[in-house]
């Protein structure tokens, strides 16, 4: 049975620009869409990814680490996140309503529009970032994807007080920083304390999440 | 042979597991954390550093001896030991101002590991990895900042963000440094290192357009949590800004460096002096008064010298007697009135919580730096050494003492409404709501404060002492 390490090898011809373009559209997804299912998705790809640009960088074994513990941080949004969907449960709504609502989904609301083109600005700016102030020690394209992660991360940051939105830009910032960081510093003691970092930053905002779900529902009731 | 640097990191997480198993039982809790706290605070100070002491039996400590973590050597110098003993004491006396007005808060457990990492943020060399230990306990800090009743404190998390962007900063400096020693000619990495330094201090000590965590975690959160951050978490950044300035003196030595500090501090005195006296929130009221003091310390770094330096360590010895007691009497006042602390909400309540008004107001009074109050033992010889060389700053910082007292005024004024009887009386209820246990608390902090204030002979000797251990300014 191949191992995870195994399994990262035989996909390691993705680790260049495929994987940046993968970052590029996971962040992106994460700065516009606000369906927890798809957030979830897109971080759980975007950490497949970052691991990917890190087996360039620092050992295999060491980068696969980093990726267990971003999936582990997925899981625990997922949770919670699930968890909060069924406190929240709407009341039914009669069935002409569901459709208009359905259609609404495909329907790109304002909020989405102005995340969007916000996500663009700061694409172009990393990008131009990338080209003019090119980050030591590490490749053209790293330096890309470093910039976009800390980018969107900022701009997911910057643009809600949602709990889950604002650990989602953290952790997307953090991962930003982490891939260059790698490279100037691969000592296990710092990937350690990163690893831990990311874990308590997610943990916060599940924590945050769930007091705002309990808070709901005590206004409710 | 026990290492003393192991027992302050090790203990207060051991007793944070205990004291989260025993939360149910208040006063055990919170004594505990006092106790444990305050035992640390004595041995940092009292300990010998060089010599093992006989503990029981053949068990000895030594408080010097280095421990190696990941690779990272931890070692208990003579300025950690004041620094040290600062946090401890203050946490001590933070945690029994909790038991009466905060009981089964998880500010306790919290409380106490946070102490350990920000002891090891202290203890470790080289210091950049403190960074990373600060950034664990702003994350941990979430949780004692959150009440656990109520919609979720936008304060932890804002505070968490701008610590989060303070990391890379921090981080990457060290490597530069590293490679400006390999490579002496590349003097832009210099620069590069010192505005990556001063961006990333600016985040963490709510530097002006950095400030709004400040405000926001003083408003919705936890506040004797908030207090916590305010006093000792903010204390070890500024001990690791010492630091920094020791590890690379030549920050300190640029023509620059005291007026981009003064002109910071300037910016948070003015804020704070314009925003306080128009706060409608006791609780915003608290945080704009925290960057006024925060204001005038950078003030008194910018004087460049070794007497600034002693009255930046002067105002962290200071600065709990104002904000914790104002903390406390604000999350007695919040208990009273429902969680809603709008002035509006507090009309009257003076006189149902009279301890809380107290605490409240006396420390605020301190935070504004008035006469013989303990903040007016560090503002008034500031404002005496600044008026030399620049008297603007003296009238905007005496100015924004001014505007502080008066957002207190209007607070206390609010409090003091007194309720009216149908035959339109004034009518002042016959007793409190507040316990004798609570009073006693309350008046041992107001006490404390006072001698504070009135005997700094005691405690400014203890801040120049502590400044004479760091060089970077001697000529």
Redesign the interface.
């Known amino acids: 049975m191949p191992t995870l390490v195994d399994l990262l090898e035989r996909v390691s011809f993705l680790a260049a620009m495929p994987a940046v373009a993968g970052v590029f559209v996971t962040a992106g997804t994460l700065a516009i869409s606000r369906d927890w299912r798809l957030n979830s998705l897109a971080l759980t790809v975007q950490y497949f990814f970052l691991v990917l640009l890190l087996t360039r960088l620092i050992r295999l074994e060491v980068a696969a680490v980093k990726g267990l513990i971003g999936w582990l941080i997925c899981m625990v949004f997922y949770l919670t996140e699930r968890r909060a969907s069924t406190l929240e449960q709407p009341a039914p709504v009669e069935e002409s309503a569901t459709v208009s609502q359905r259609w609404r989904r495909w329907i790109i609301s304002a909020r989405a529009s102005f995340h969007l083109l916000a996500g663009i600005l700061i694409s172009v700016a990393a990008y131009t970032a990338a080209l003019r102030i090119p980050l030591p020690q590490v490749p053209g394209d790293i330096t890309l994807a470093c910039y976009l992660l800390a980018g969107l991360g ?1 701009l997911l ?1 910057g643009l809600s ?1 949602d ?1 889950m939105q ?1 650990g989602l830009g ?1 952790l997307t ?2 991962s930003g ?1 982490e891939l260059f ?1 790698v490279a ?2 691969p ?4 990937a ?3 690893g ?2 990311s874990f ?2 997610a ?3 599940a ?3 769930t ?2 779900i ?2 709901g529902r ?1 206004g409710a009731a | 042979m026990i290492s003393g640097t192991l027992l302050l990191l090790i203990l207060p997480l051991v007793m944070a597991g205990v004291v989260y198993s025993l939360l149910r039982w208040t006063a055990l809790s919170a004594l505990l954390s006092a106790g444990t706290a305050l035992v640390l605070g004595i041995a940092a100070v009292a300990l010998p550093l060089d010599q093992p002491m006989q503990l029981w039996g053949d068990r000895q400590i030594e408080m010097g001896e280095a421990v190696t973590f990941l690779g990272r050597e931890l070692v208990l110098e003579q300025a950690d030991r004041a620094a040290m003993a600062i946090l401890f004491f203050t946490a001590a006396g933070l945690f029994l101002l909790a038991w009466r007005f905060t009981p089964r808060s998880l500010l306790f457990p919290m409380g106490l590991g946070l102490l350990s990492l920000l002891s090891g943020a202290l203890l470790i060399r080289p210091p950049i990895y403190a960074a990373l230990l600060v950034e664990i306990a702003a994350a941990l800090s979430v949780f004692a900042l959150q009440a656990e009743s109520g919609p979720p404190a936008r304060g932890g998390l804002r505070y968490l963000t701008f610590t989060t962007l303070a990391l890379p900063g921090l981080l990457v400096t060290h490597w530069l440094m590293e490679r400006y020693v390999l490579t002496p000619d590349e003097t832009e990495l210099l620069g590069t290192t010192a505005i990556l330094l001063a961006v990333s201090f600016a985040l963490l000590l709510g530097v002006v357009p950095f400030h709004t965590w400040v405000s926001t975690i003083t408003n919705d959160s936890v506040p004797l949590a908030s207090a916590f951050i305010l006093t000792i978490g903010n204390g070890v950044i500024w001990f690791l800004l010492f630091e920094f300035l020791e590890a690379y003196p030549w920050l300190s030595d640029h023509p620059r460096f005291s007026p981009i500090v003064s002109t910071a501090g300037l910016a948070m005195v003015v804020v704070g002096a314009l925003l306080a006296p128009a706060q409608r929130r006791p609780g915003s009221l608290m945080g704009y008064g925290a960057l006024v003091d925060s204001g005038a310390a950078l003030l008194a770094l910018a004087m460049n010298d070794e007497s600034g330096l002693t009255l930046v360590i002067l105002s962290l010895l200071m600065r709990p007697f104002g904000l914790v007691l104002m903390a406390a009497g604000l999350t007695g006042l919040r208990a009273h009135s429902g969680n809603d602390d709008s002035f509006d909400a507090l009309r009257g309540l003076g006189w149902k919580a009279p301890w809380s008004t107290a605490a409240f107001a006396l420390g605020g009074l301190s935070v504004a730096g008035l006469p013989i109050s303990a903040g007016f033992t560090w503002r008034w010889p500031l404002c005496r050494a600044l008026a030399a060389s620049n008297q603007n700053s003296v009238l905007v910082l005496i100015l924004a003492g001014i505007g502080v007292m008066v957002g207190v005024w209007r607070g206390l004024a609010a409090l003091l409404v007194r309720a009216r009887s149908p035959k339109d009386r004034s009518v002042i209820p016959q007793s409190s709501s507040e316990g004798w246990l609570t009073a006693m608390v309350v008046i041992a902090a107001i006490g404390l404060g006072a001698a504070a204030g009135l005997f700094p002979q005691y405690l400014a000797p203890l801040a120049a002492r502590l400044a004479e251990t760091f060089t970077f300014y001697t000529p």
């Open positions: 900022l940051v007080d709990p604002v953290l910032f953090l920083f960081y100037l510093e000592s296990l003691a710092v350690g304390l990163m831990a970092v308590l930053i943990l916060a905002a924590y945050l999440r007091i705002q309990a808070a005590e």
